[in-house]
Every structure is written in C-alpha cells, then in structure tokens.
C-alpha cells in the first residue's frame, strides 16, 4: 500500500503570511505474499503434475541439495513429501539472478493449509493456516431431475448432498426419488475469505419425499454427534449405506445376472457402484480388515469384518490406501482404497459385496438394528434443540409444488 502525506508550513514574514508547499512524499510499503517480500522477486505459481516430485522442483530452480535433504527429514506431522497431490497448488518465489533461484516455495494442500518453507543458510518452515469462519445457511429446493443437481444449481457443493444422503440413506431410497420432492436444509458452511471451502455440519433437514415428510436433528448424547428424528429415534444404522459418496448404481444383486465379461447368466452376489476412476472408496462401519490384497478376479480388493454378523468387501480397486493391510483396523468412514477396473471388469467401477452370519446378501436390503435412541434423561434437553432448530427450518422459504415423476440422487 501507498501512503501519500501533504505538508503545510506557514512562515511569519513582516507580518505577511508565506505558505510553501513540500512536494507529495511518498513512502513505499512492501508487496508481500504470504507474508513474504516479493519486490524484484520472481513469483511461479504452477499445480503439481503427476508423479512430479517437490524435490525435482526445487533442483530445477537451484535450491542446494542440502536443503532439499532437510526438506525430505522433516518429520511428517510438519511437512511430508510423500503426501504431496496432483493438481495441489504451489508457488515458488525466486531471485533474479543470472541464475533462477528459489528462496521459498508455498504448498497448500487444501484451500484452509499451506505450508512456507523459505531457503537460506538452513532451511525454516512455517505451517500456517488462512482464517475461517463458520457461516449458518438455510437453503430450500425441489427435485426437478436429481437431488444432486438441484444442489448444484443452487451453487452449493457436492458435499451437501453427500451429508444429506448420509444422514437418511436407510430412511429414504435414494435411487428412487421423485419430482417434485422438497427438502429445506440448516447447515453450518466453511469460508475463507469469502470463499465456500466446505461444509462443517448440517444443524437440521426438512424432506418431503412423496407425501411424506422426514425430519433431521443433531444431537451428542457424549458419544459423537448422531441425528435423530423428531421423536428421538436414531435415524444412523450400524453401517453406512453407501460405500462410495456421490454415484449411481449400473448393477443390483441379482441371482440370474448375465455376466457382461463372461457372457453367461451367473449370480451377481454384490452392488456396483459406476464411478470414474480414481474415486475414493470408504469402509461402511469399524472393523478389523481381513483381507487386502490382488486377485485375478477380484482385482485389487479389500474385506472388512466388523462385528460377529457382517463382513464387507470392496471389490476391482484401482490401488489400495495407503496403511490399509490384513490386521488393521478402520474407522467408518474411512478411505480404503479407489475405484478402479481391476480383475474382471469391463471398465471403472466398484463391487460392493455384503455377508450377514456368513451369508451373502443384497446390501441395500438388508435390515440392520439403528443406532441408540435418546436417553430417557437427555430427552428434556433433545428436545429445547428440536424446537430451536425446527424453529428455522420453518422460517426458511418453501419451494414450488411439481408434477411428480420418478427422479434419483444422482
């Protein structure tokens, strides 16, 4: 920033008053970046291609070896360099020398961290993170075709619908929505400077799905933040429905399936799940992983056995995560590997295989036992957050009536 000072002196002169005017003074505030100088700087700013490497950046613009070593030593809840991602942004800020040399480089992960490592004698680091603020919104909507894309025509993230599938998947058949089903949504959205990076959580939904209507609140009994409905009836079952977020399913189980790389009629014992590859994949519950490995069938795959009653598998995987081995244990939720067309697949997708005592059944039709409801001694004050909350989701604008036809989340 420029600052300008103008300055008046008055002289007394045989009784006469001289005004001389000082010329404009200006004083030169430094251009920063990150908190950095940049002022006869050199600034890059490029994404990470794949299977580049940090280190090969930073030879290319003279960084010492040494310094490129520390880097590489820096212990991993700072800074590691085997987690660095295509397409993640970073800026380099270089001397003008007859020699392009970088003095730092700036890695930012996601939109909320960035990492400043500046090279000098020795090399410093800063792990830094922008400002965030917490916004409350309350946004209402009809299904016209999809619930994701009414979503995304309101200008909000997939994320949204991903919670919103979440929270009522056993309730509602999500592959069978309709047009003309309204829903009103209270959620808590992340922003950095003025920017929407995430959603924190959502606080309340409103859904009509063919005449009937559902409600969602949050609510921590002390064991982690679960949603229940207007009664206090836990709306969560003991496993996700869903193993991958935001797809559509290309194939049901089905006992009389023909195989499209077999070309023959075969029992098809598990759900797939159409998904570019790449797409992250998420164990449905906890549990202790039994099997993760590569089979000519299977392709790469993982099985999961998370009490004494089911057993989950993940099937044609494109690679397994990393960490994720026989004899681990997993949380839900948790990324397990990426959609893939591994084994005998005719293209990107993921089988999802689901046993219950040892039986192979249809996931999505299984009956699983919900979650706790409230306790008896927490209902007084479950209920002060519903009429809150209900409170605002009444206030929030309802939608248009539509013709209704069948529609899907996807």
């Not at 003279?62 to 030593?73: E, F, T, Y």
């Not at 991903?162 to 592959?175: L, P």
Request: proline letters at 4%; glycine letters at 6%; aromatic letters at 10%.
């Amino acid at each position: 920033m420029v600052t300008i000072f103008a300055v008046q002196i008055n002289k007394q002169v045989s009784a006469e008053v001289e005004t001389v005017h000082i010329p404009l003074i200006e004083q030169h505030q430094p251009a920063l970046l990150y908190g950095l100088p940049i002022d006869n700087k050199i600034v890059i700013e490029e994404k990470i291609k794949k299977n580049e490497l940090l280190g090969d950046i930073l030879f290319q613009y003279n960084v010492p070896a040494k310094l490129v070593h520390q880097m590489a030593s820096l212990p991993r809840n700072i800074f590691d360099v085997r987690k660095i991602a295509p397409n993640k942004k970073y800026t380099l800020i270089c001397d003008q020398d007859s020699v392009m040399r970088a003095t730092a480089l700036v890695y930012e992960p996601n939109a909320i961290d960035y990492v400043i490592m500046k090279f000098g004698d020795t090399l410093t680091v800063d792990v830094c993170q922008r400002e965030i603020s917490i916004v409350e919104k309350g946004v209402s909507g009809t299904i016209r075709s999809s619930l994701s894309q009414t979503i995304e025509e309101m200008g909000i993230t997939h994320e949204l619908t991903n919670k919103f599938v979440d929270i009522f998947a056993w309730v509602v058949d999500f592959q069978r929505l309709h047009v003309g089903d309204e829903f009103k949504i209270l959620f808590e959205e992340i922003q950095v400077e003025g920017q929407t990076v995430g959603i924190e959580k959502i606080n309340g939904i409103y859904f009509k799905h063919v005449g009937s209507e559902y409600y969602a609140y949050p609510f921590d009994q002390g064991e982690g933040l679960d949603y229940f409905d207007e009664e206090g009836k836990s709306l969560r079952k003991a496993l996700l429905k869903y193993p991958i977020e935001f797809t559509r399913i290309s194939s049901r189980y089905n006992l009389k399936r023909f195989h499209p790389v077999q070309k023959r009629f075969k029992a098809h014992l598990g759900t797939d799940f159409a998904a570019p590859t790449g797409t992250p994949i998420r164990s449905v519950g906890d549990g202790l992983i039994e099997e993760a490995q590569y089979k000519s069938n299977n392709g790469n795959y993982v099985k999961i056995r998370h009490n004494g009653t089911y057993t989950t598998q993940y099937l044609h995987m494109s690679r397994i995560a990393q960490g994720v081995r026989a004899g681990t244990r997993v949380k839900q939720g948790q990324v397990i590997g990426y959609v893939g067309s591994t084994g005998l697949a005719t293209g990107p997708h993921l089988c999802y295989r689901f046993w219950r005592n040892g039986v192979q059944v249809d996931a999505l039709r299984v009956e699983l036992p919900p979650s706790q409801p409230i306790k008896q001694d927490k209902l007084a004050e479950f209920n002060i957050v519903v009429n809150t909350l209900k409170a605002k989701l009444d206030q929030i604008e309802s939608p248009d009536q539509l013709v209704v036809t069948t529609a899907s989340v996807f």
